[in-house]
């Protein structure tokens, strides 16, 4: 028989190791299904994580991508661990991503055509206004009266799709652009565009404000009180008011910063890969870097780690669909396997399998 | 073993050869003993003795790994509770599972295979009830009852089953004296009737009253049985412990300066069942330690919240040396100098899953400059908690293990070390040493006396009278969130004690039916 026993203390060898686990085990359930669907299941896995690095073909393209994909992914999911670890669960980036991205290009295209090197800070001031702002609504909801911030932060991200479909439509309408809905694309407006820092790498200011935020994030959690009072308060609440902290400011810390940083994320794409604010500038960013946020651990660097591999697979997955015609709901399903099975083998940090314990009890 | 000679058939219950082991530990080793019919059989043992699991293991919450077990000459080996409680073997637990906002009748249905119906079942319930003294109305919410009301709800649930073995686990640690003096009679009457009770207690005194065996549990093994009432409570504590015991002493005190002081404070209940606490004062002088006695849930987490700051009130109703201090959260106390430790030790004095270290950053941030600008230095931390593994003797593999890894006796003394040793000038602490065996206790009590001599002003919040009546100078009783006029500690006895914490109409009650 085999049983399961909770573990004096959670193992650190485990946790360690139990992404990488996840990853070994997505890929081999992952094989089957592509070899059920009539596919080689070794090519299948190959189009999906070595084809979009090192294949000659593609890399030059898909290399770039992978910065230009992970970069908002790591940024978002960075702040969700903050709140993720103090028990305040803000499930609206996706919103808050949208709002920042509308509040800086419309800082932007309010100085259209003025050009200076001001504009561009001064438009990611705004964006992570917007996402900070957007957050705060659930955030003073809960602390005034206590309203669940899970539910108020995802509504608000439909509200915020809507104020982007009329903002496309609307306010930040190109006025050149023959009555087509979208905004002016940034990309020729040489002040507001956030270019490539080196050429056909992929790498722009959102993936150097996600560095930044991963490291700034480690040092918070590692070394500052902040931090510690953050990991206090999802652990043991009742601990954390004895240690003095308060409930309330945490958790506008906690949404203020997760927002700041989802806003920023929304600046860099709209700024740059996407160009303009259009009816489908989301792509669901926002809802993905709750599982890189998972996936990593909710650790900076795990982060780090799971936001390269999610943007991994989304490349990969579609040179898979586009090279091999797998459908894109197996794609889809291949995802979903890696949070499966990441929260599956995640018990073993806390408990040990044992094997055999019925009956032959001799010591 | 060698304890006596035993026919098969005389013994209710034989253990023979109990062996449980959790990971990195065992529970129990080879445990062997009997226990008659018709007699009190007490379990004695420090903290992480093995004694839980024995009983577990007994009432079938725990399968053991090896040995055997023989009930009324049948072999016993219960799969879970309900094949022990089929068998004759019934459970009273330290902490109820009573459904507060259900009246009593209703949650012992809730326990039952087939509930007769709610009218038969009350009238079972009186009829029990009267029959062994334990007043209890059927129809009465479990939320408005006493500590010791609801526990006569789990021993009328278990005598409604006809038990043979009734074991008890801490049954007297939520009591006043009068209720331990009604359990007592209830138990003798029992015992009367040829059911057998195995008792579990830390409180010596007790036992040498009431039980006619004991067997001694130390570190999972049986070590000794004796004869209760010809041993002496300090012989049995050293049977228990393994070697000689230190009895704390307490020094003669000159009145001081009033260092902590609560001026009439009203504080509404937070929860439904909470307990609001109604026009309490208090005041303690420097190097006094003022005892409050009464049984849990009268008021005592709000009171020691209010005082720790985790509370806030006006400014002016707490004050600390003269400053007022209601307004201020805990971290601004802590730099004033007033410190607390509170009871619930997992989650609220001490974060489960963080090590010693980050426990110790938890409340000792502030006093021992662990943090500088919000930035935390961790060997500073990493060398305070060193300091209080070494000074309270906390046995732990190192300072990084996780708190819930420590048995609870062991992190109880690091969280009332790490109080102490940051030089309080005015201490706070509930339950000091709640579920804290002999000789750990003592060393926590000498500690609070040695730091009371330096000139700290103390409150300690207790249920243990006789730990109350050993350290504190003056002595109050919280009851239903009133606190009572302190007495001077040498003019009391523990009859006086008990009428002071009584009060509630429900001693008398039991007065007049027992």
Redesign the interface.
């Known amino acids: 028989m085999i049983t399961l026993?909770k573990?004096?203390?959670?193992s650190k060898l485990w946790t360690a190791i139990t992404p990488i686990l996840a990853v070994v085990a997505t890929m081999i359930a992952g094989g089957i299904m592509f070899a059920v669907l009539g596919k080689d299941p070794l090519v299948a896995i190959r189009t999906i994580f070595w084809d979009p690095l090192f294949n000659e073909q593609f890399a030059g393209f898909s290399r770039p991508q992978l910065l230009v994909k992970a970069a908002p992914l790591i940024l978002i999911a960075t702040g969700l661990a903050m709140g993720f670890r103090a028990g305040v669960w803000n499930i609206g980036a996706e919103g808050q991503y949208i709002m920042g991205a509308i509040c800086g290009a419309a800082v932007g295209l309010a100085f259209y055509p003025t050009e200076s090197f001001l504009i561009f800070p001064l438009m990611i001031a705004a964006g992570a206004l917007g996402g900070f702002l957007w957050a705060m609504i659930p955030g003073v909801l809960k602390v005034k009266f206590h309203t669940n911030e899970i539910l108020v932060s995802l509504l608000l991200v439909y509200v915020a799709e809507f104020i982007l479909a009329s903002m496309a439509l609307g306010a930040l309408r190109n006025p050149e652009g023959n009555g087509f809905p979208g905004s002016r694309n940034l990309k020729e407006y040489p002040s507001a565009f956030n270019a490539e820092l080196l050429p056909n790498t992929g790498l722009h200011w959102g993936v150097v404000a996600a560095i930044i935020a991963v490291i700034f994030a480690y040092v918070l959690f590692s070394?500052?009180?902040?931090g510690?009072h953050i990991?206090?308060a999802g652990?043991?609440p009742?601990?954390?008011?004895?240690?003095?902290v308060?409930p309330a400011r945490l958790i506008l810390f906690c949404l203020g910063t997760s927002g700041a940083l989802a806003g920023l994320a929304g600046l860099f794409e709209v700024s740059g890969p996407a160009g303009q604010i259009s009816i489908d500038f989301n792509v669901g960013y926002g809802f993905t870097a709750i599982i890189v946020a998972f996936l990593g651990r909710l650790n900076p660097f795990g982060i780090l780690l799971a936001g390269l591999l999610m943007a991994l697979t989304y490349i990969g997955g579609e040179l898979a669909s586009f090279m091999l015609g797998v459908p894109t709901a197996a794609i889809q399903a291949f995802q979903g396997m890696l949070l499966f099975f990441l929260l599956a083998v995640d018990v073993l940090t806390n408990y040990?399998i044992k094997f055999g314990t019925k009956g032959g009890?001799?010591? | 073993m060698e304890d006596r000679l035993s026919i098969a058939g005389e013994d209710l219950l034989t253990i023979t050869g109990l062996t449980k082991a959790y990971p990195g530990v065992v529970a129990n080793d080879q445990v062997s003993f009997s226990i008659r019919p018709g007699e009190v059989h007490a379990l004695l043992g420090e903290n992480g003795a093995g004694k839980s699991t024995l009983v577990k293991m007994i009432y079938g919450l725990v399968k053991p790994d090896a040995g055997s077990m023989v009930l009324k000459g049948v072999p016993y080996s219960p799969a879970e509770p309900r094949a022990a409680r089929a068998a004759g073997v019934a459970m009273v637990f330290q902490h109820f599972s009573l459904f507060e906002a259900l009246n009593v009748a209703e949650n012992i249905a809730l326990g039952m295979e087939n509930p007769p119906k709610m009218r038969d079942l009350a009238a079972r319930i009186r009829e029990v009830s009267q029959n062994y003294g334990l007043p209890l109305d059927p129809d009465q919410m479990v939320g408005d009852l006493s500590a010791g009301e609801r526990q006569r709800v789990e021993i009328i649930r278990c005598l409604l089953q006809n038990p043979k073995l009734l074991i008890m686990d801490e049954p007297t640690s939520v009591l006043t004296p009068q209720e331990v003096s009604v359990l007592f009679q209830t138990l003798e009457k029992l015992r009367g009737e040829g059911c057998s009770i195995l008792y579990i207690s830390h409180k010596l005194e007790e036992i040498r009253a009431l039980c006619d065996h004991a067997t001694i549990l130390r570190l999972g093994q049986k070590v000794a049985t004796c004869n209760p009432r010809q041993e002496t409570a300090r012989a049995m504590a050293e049977m228990m412990v393994g070697e000689a015991l230190h009895v704390p002493q307490k020094a003669p005190r000159i009145p001081q300066d009033v260092a902590l002081e609560i001026d009439q404070l009203d504080v509404p209940a937070r929860a439904a069942f909470g307990t609001s606490l109604k026009g309490i004062s208090l005041s303690v002088q420097k190097g006094e330690i003022l005892g409050i006695g009464g049984v849990a849930g009268n008021g005592q987490d709000e009171l020691c919240s209010v005082l720790s700051g985790e509370a806030l009130t006006a400014a002016e109703q707490v004050k600390l040396a003269g400053t007022p201090i209601g307004d201020l959260g805990p971290n601004a106390r802590r730099a004033l100098g007033l410190l607390a430790a509170p009871e619930e030790r997992l989650g609220h004095a001490a974060a489960p899953d963080m090590s010693l270290t980050e426990n110790a950053l938890l409340s000792g941030a502030v006093r021992e400059g662990l943090e500088h600008n919000g930035m935390i230095d961790w060997g500073k931390t990493r060398d305070f908690a060193q300091k209080i593994i070494h000074r309270f003797d906390v046995r732990t593999p190192s300072a990084n293990t996780a708190a819930r890894a420590l048995s609870g006796g062991n992190l109880q003394k690091f969280v009332v070390g790490r109080e102490i040793l940051q030089n309080p000038s005015a201490l706070v602490i509930n339950q000091p040493t709640w579920g804290v065996d002999a000789s750990a206790a003592a060393a926590i009590r000498q500690a609070l006396l040695d730091l009371a001599a330096e000139g700290a002003a103390i409150v300690v919040i207790s249920q243990d009278l006789d730990e109350l009546m050993e350290i504190s100078d003056r002595f109050a009783a919280l009851n239903e969130g009133r606190l009572s006029a302190p007495v001077e500690t040498s003019d009391l006895d523990v009859e006086k004690i008990g009428l002071m914490l009584g009060g509630a109409s429900d001693t008398k009650a039991e007065q007049v039916s027992a």
Do not use: D
């Not at chain 1, 573990?7 to 959670?10: H, I, Q, S, T």
């Not at chain 1, 070394?223 to 902040?226: E, I, L, S, V």
């Open positions: 026993e573990r004096p203390e959670p070394k500052h009180m902040m510690f990991r206090l652990q043991a009742k601990a954390a008011r004895f240690g003095g308060e040990r009890g001799s010591i």
